[in-house]
């Protein structure tokens, strides 16, 4: 059974930072790729990050590039979301999601995801 909890989330203004965390419970973790999506109100949800087994590979969404990091410590089955320069665009639920056992690769489309946590609000006043 695979489960994943997320954490960090809150209310931040404009301009500032939060780091979101991702704990995996179940088997294989250094195997997958882990990614982070997110759903705005009244919106799709969408990729933000991804990264693969080992750390690399990481890719992300034109809007957060340069600005939110994806890592991840296989030691402590967590994946990570730093985000700077928040911006009131960034408002959404976050989300994290597991690839199976036997694919490493990141993937930025949802369908290649097997397993979902719960989601953190994340709030960007401006």
């Known amino acids: 059974q695979v489960h994943l909890v997320e954490s960090g989330g809150g209310l931040v203004q404009a301009g500032g930072s939060l780091r979101l965390s991702c704990v995996f419970s179940g088997r294989a973790f250094s195997n997958r790729a882990v990614g982070w999506f997110r759903q705005a109100p009244g919106k799709d949800r969408e990729i933000t990050a991804s990264?693969?087994?080992?750390?690399?590979?990481?890719l992300y969404a034109e809007s957060v590039k340069c600005r939110f990091t994806i890592s991840r410590d296989n030691a402590k089955n967590t994946v990570y979301l730093q985000m700077n320069s928040l911006k009131p665009e960034d408002t959404a639920v976050y989300y994290c999601?597991?690839?199976?056992?036997?694919?490493?690769?990141?993937?930025?489309?949802?369908?290649?995801?097997?397993?979902w946590g719960q989601g953190t609000q994340v709030t960007v006043s401006s």
């Open positions: 999601a597991a690839r199976g056992r036997y694919f490493g690769n990141p993937s930025s489309r949802q369908e290649s995801y097997d397993n």
């Open positions: 990264i693969a087994w080992n750390g690399g590979d990481p």
